[in-house]
């Protein structure tokens, strides 16, 4: 089995490297968007789908990464000064949003956090005088690597393809230390899992953190590609999509958010041939998928397992 998985890696990785030298500019764009939101969506994974969170305000971290970037580029600063200056911001703002999942959970959670997305909207689109408000920031400048410029969109693709993989791996290490295991714990059972002597609010506190430092470094890199923000961008309806990009790749699954990032970024670029009904073909889809795999498409493998061994238990009991 490993070594299965060893080859599928090994296979997707050499086509992440290969495929978008033959693409066009959109293309190319297209495949760099799935990968930010990607990195976007391995914090939600781990907010949503290992500690058992409910957070629909993720979109709200993504500005504030990208605003943070923006404003700090526009103000001289390095770019790879304000991608870890938006990281941070975003991890401490998350560990502030973490304390209302101390007292509340399930749906009331999930419109506590609502409410910040909407609230930090409200900031982006009013307060000119730092995010231009309505009007946004353009012609943000994408950053340069060693006298190499990465203006262009493969190289730039290149740099988040890279920021993509060494996230991933410190995913993996996180969920297979003691911390994932407690995270773990904390979405089976909270009253179990203190009672064993994890602290829980601790970790539900660096869930929160954790996933909002992942998307504000999406945030940053995706203010560099588009060259643009705007509020626009950072809605409650954005945070919902990638909520839906997580439960549809399968929420505590590691390979979720890139199945589900494809699902939400790709797929209706592949719809758009159905013109005006693309929206409903995409919503349609989603609702059966959802109906059919409710744990998402992760868990195809986990169900035919399942139903394997129900079958040979029953051929057991029948003999």
């Not at 991890?91 to 910040?116: E, H, S």
Request: proline share 4%; aromatic share 14%.
């Amino acid at each position: 089995m490993k070594r299965t998985s060893l080859v599928l890696g090994v296979l997707a990785l050499a086509l992440l490297l290969a495929v978008p030298a033959f693409l066009k500019n959109y293309g190319i764009h297209l495949f760099t968007t799935w990968l930010v939101f990607v990195i976007a969506n391995m914090g939600l994974n781990l907010t949503v789908g290992y500690a058992g969170q409910k957070s629909l305000g993720h979109a709200a971290f993504f500005g504030i990464g990208a605003y943070t970037t923006a404003i700090l580029l526009r103000e001289g600063f390095s770019f790879w000064l304000g991608l870890p200056a938006g990281a941070l911001l975003c991890f401490a703002v998350g560990l502030g949003l973490g304390f209302p999942a101390l007292r509340v959970q399930t749906i009331y959670l999930a419109f506590a956090t609502l409410g910040f997305n909407t609230a930090l909207w409200l900031v982006m689109r009013n307060e000119e005088w730092l995010t231009g408000g309505t009007f946004g920031i353009n012609n943000i400048p994408r950053p340069s690597l060693g006298g190499l410029s990465l203006d262009r969109n493969l190289a730039f693709y290149y740099l988040v393809l890279a920021a993509a993989l060494l996230l991933a791996w410190l995913m993996a290490s996180l969920l297979r230390s003691p911390w994932g295991k407690a995270f773990k714990a904390l979405r089976d059972n909270p009253i179990r899992a203190e009672s064993l002597g994890i602290d829980t609010r601790r970790y539900t506190l660096l869930s929160f953190a954790i996933g909002a430092t992942y998307a504000g470094i999406a945030g940053g890199l995706y203010a560099a590609q588009v060259q643009f923000i705007d509020p626009s961008l950072f809605t409650v309806g954005q945070s919902i999509m990638m909520y839906l990009m997580v439960v549809v790749g399968g929420p505590g699954y590691f390979l979720g958010p890139l199945l589900g990032s494809a699902v939400g970024v790709v797929l209706p670029e592949w719809l758009r041939f159905a013109q005006a009904w693309y929206l409903f073909v995409f919503g349609t889809a989603v609702v059966l998928l959802m109906i059919w795999l409710p744990d998402g498409l992760l868990s195809l493998p986990d169900r035919i397992r399942a139903r394997r061994l129900s079958r040979q238990a029953l051929a057991a009991r029948a003999l």
